[in-house]
């Protein structure tokens, strides 16, 4: 069974920029959400996809995006990039809406850094 | 909203002792779940515990278990003959049980940053 993965695990933009991330979900799961880790925080979620729809939205700007494909894999896009934008940012998977289990896995991170 | 607080910034226990770190939360929902993740030097956050608000029975998973208070929203993470690997940055978080959108939502505290002393 495939884990969680995230791509790029490090990168650097500069002010103003644009920068997509990827996010290739757990096997099986249609559900996944996006969250940014600032140094020294906790994970701030910034939305969630379920079935290629947003269906739940953090207090973020517009200018944080996203997409999830027939695949179920993710993409988060940020645009006009801030010096605050500067974090982990984490994906999640998981089983289904309705799972009970309540349940999120996991990936690594990426690491991006705005100068 | 709903808040997590974890007032620990970092703990240390010796290896093979016991520590407990602290969460408390504040909620109007009275079904929802609440966990503690572990966040390695690896950064990916690995479920640890899992509690169900609406079982009075706390949760328990090997060497971990959590005093789990409802009526005081309180939710600590107690961790028996502790280990090198367990040394992390752990978060307690949140999660309303309600469907909808944006049901899986956590909502997690700043953290504790546990060292585990040889």
């Known amino acids: 069974e495939t884990g969680v993965t995230q791509s790029p695990t490090h990168l650097i933009k500069t002010r103003g920029q644009q920068v997509t991330l990827r996010c290739s979900s757990q096997?099986?799961?249609?559900?996944v959400s996006w969250y940014q880790q600032a140094l020294g925080q906790g994970p701030q979620f910034i939305f969630q996809y379920y079935r290629e729809e947003e269906n739940g939205r953090g207090n973020f700007p517009p200018r944080f995006s996203g997409l999830q494909f027939p695949n179920y894999s993710s993409e988060l896009n940020v645009n006009a990039l801030e010096l605050d934008d500067s974090a982990l940012y984490l994906c999640?998977?998981?089983?289904?809406?309705?799972?009970?289990?309540?349940?999120?896995?996991f990936g690594e991170g990426s690491r991006l850094t705005v100068l | 909203a709903q808040t997590v607080t974890q007032s620990q910034p970092e703990m240390s226990v010796q290896e093979a002792e016991t520590v407990t770190l602290s969460c408390t939360y504040d909620t109007s929902e009275s079904d929802y779940y609440l966990f503690w993740y572990k966040q390695p030097p690896s950064r990916q956050m690995i479920l640890v515990i899992r509690q169900e608000a609406y079982k009075q029975q706390n949760a328990t998973e090997n060497r971990f278990s959590v005093n789990f208070q409802k009526a005081a929203k309180s939710f600590s993470l107690k961790i028996s003959d502790s280990q090198l690997g367990d040394a992390a940055m752990y978060f307690c978080?949140?999660?309303?049980?309600?469907?909808?959108?944006?049901?899986?939502?956590?909502?997690f505290g700043k953290g504790t940053k546990l060292s585990v002393i040889p």
């Open positions: 999640a998977s998981s089983l289904a809406l309705t799972s009970s289990t309540g349940e999120l896995f």
């Open positions: 978080a949140y999660r309303s049980r309600r469907g909808g959108a944006g049901s899986y939502q956590l909502t």
């Open positions: 096997s099986g799961h249609n559900t």
